[in-house]
């Protein structure tokens, strides 16, 4: 076949065929390879020449000391893929594939082999490394490329005294722009936000995205600690405007937490973890701000674990006790109501005061186990009580939040009710004036229910929350408990005295009953009676006492209170 043919069969399948003679080391090359150069086939003389005038810088020293070995008869077969940039300015990789071959007169060697266009499988290449280490939505490297990235730095930092810093950023209730708007929306939004962060961040460090609506920042080799806060406080301010996204305005904010760490000798999976923790805490503390990673906050977390952990088997190992303390009539000195209080004995950590392991337990989900149990004791106790002829108006139970699910609540209400036989006028429910003003309307309808079965609802911690009055006249209550803080500084300060008697007064006036909560001194007491408040709990009279003490309080017909 004459080189004409041999060139159009090589054109039709698009690859170039060469040969070079040992003897004289002239390049002979057949196919289209002006289609892809300025020059034509005839102009390269030479493989080193084929090298100089088609490759470029970046790769051409390591092809040509690839075909220098080659050409040494160092290695047997050429097999090397570079790039060349063509006449239309367009950057091609090329497979260049050589073998020696032995003449049969054995008096002459050559070395023949193809030039194949692969651009478009390395460009697949590129495609499919770029999409395992980078998030396909906003074109940030993924959790993947930043671990790999932070892990390097970690492996090949060498001074000790070189800090870093990872910054972890999640959008506050982004669920909420979703359900708003549409998850469109929340795409081009994400990608705003995406590119706000990389400017703030700018040649500092890199920007990943690693979760639906989550951030990681990693700065290496910090300036300083001031240069690092500006860098924290600029994306803080940067959502401080709103987002105008398809036409739709949008407020959003951000929560951030923050660990410094040496680059020497540090953990990338405890660095990690801490971070995670501080952001946690920026959440528990209202979002819309930063907490740095300290020990302090590393050891309170894991106590908290820790607790939760405990408070898995708390209830089957009987740890639990039920606390009641007396709501008292001042104007006869007899008990109104009993308040039931939970307590837990841990044998891990001792006594755990409620304060802090209700708000683990509604965290956890464990609040409707704890709570439906406290439920439960309460109400066989005054059962029981009730049978022993003891008098007494109410049991009250304090409900937590999550509990106030229309149909799961009703249900356990009326069921707790019916096994245990305790007439429902008898049960108060207490909640805070924070979840009520959360969503009066819907809570309104669930109390309503309540009310219809005679059971009795009382707003506790009354006067501590931030919204309107509106609510009390939408919410079917029976009672009002004024909050301590109130009462603490009833004695030395007017406001609070004006308060108080603002509170007693519009109970009167709306036919509520009102109670007085942390009532501790006789001054405090006679004070409170004085603006018209009938009843108080708190340590004057007692403080929280198991069922069996507050037994020895029913039997003794003469009890003054006043020495709990």
Known sequence: ????????????????????????????????????????????????????????????????????????????????????????????????????????????????????????????????????????????????????????????????????????????????????????????????????????????????????DNFLVLIPNIISMAHLKKIIKLISESFENPFEVLDVQTYVTVSMGISVFKEKGSNMDQILKNVDIALHEAKLQGKNNFIFYNDKLGCDIDRKKRIENELQNALDKDEFEIYY???????????????????????????????????????????????????????????????????????????????????????????????SKLDTTYLEIEITEGTLIKSVKEKSKLLQELVNQNIKVSIDDFGTGYSSLNYLTALPINTLKIDKSFIDKICKDNKSQSIIECIIELSKKLDYNVIAEGVESLEQKELLKKMGCTYIQGYYYSKPLPASMIEDIFNDKEASYAWF
């Open 1 to 212: 076949m004459d080189n004409n043919k041999y060139k159009l069969i090589l054109d039709s399948i698009s690859e170039i065929v060469w040969e070079v003679n040992l003897t004289t080391h002239k390049l002979q090359i057949i196919g289209g390879f002006n289609n892809f150069l300025e020059f034509n086939n005839g102009e390269i003389t030479s493989l080193m020449d084929y090298a100089d005038k088609t490759i470029i810088p970046e790769d051409k020293e390591r092809v040509k000391d690839e075909f220098s070995e080659f050409l040494k008869g160092n290695t047997i077969l050429l097999n090397t893929q570079y790039r060349i940039k063509t006449k239309y300015d367009q950057i091609k990789w090329l497979l260049i594939s050589g073998k020696r071959i032995k003449l049969e007169n054995n008096l002459e060697n050559i070395l023949i082999g193809t030039v194949t266009d692969i651009t478009e499988r390395k460009n697949a290449e590129e495609q499919m490394i770029f999409m395992a280490y980078h998030d396909q939505l906003t074109n940030l490297p993924n959790r993947v490329y930043f671990m790999h990235e932070m892990q390097k730095l970690l492996d090949t930092s060498k001074d000790t005294s070189d800090e870093s810093a990872v910054i972890f950023i999640d959008i506050d209730n982004f669920n909420s722009v979703n359900d708003s708007f549409g998850h469109r929306y929340g795409d081009v939004l994400l990608k705003i936000v995406s590119e706000l962060i990389k400017f703030c961040v700018k040649d500092y460090g890199m920007v990943a995205r690693i979760g639906e």
């Open 325 to 419: 303390q007396p709501q008292v009539d001042m104007d006869n000195n007899k008990i109104r109501g009993l308040e039931a209080l939970i307590r837990w004995k841990s044998p891990e950590f001792g006594n755990v005061p409620p304060s802090e392991f209700i708000p683990i337990a509604e965290e956890s989900g464990l609040i409707y186990k704890i709570g439906e149990w406290i439920l439960v004791k309460a109400c066989l106790q005054a059962k029981e009580w009730k049978e022993k002829g003891y008098s007494f108006d109410t049991i009250s139970v304090n409900i937590s939040p999550k509990q106030m699910k229309n149909k799961y609540f009703l249900n356990l209400i009326n069921r707790v009710l019916e096994d």
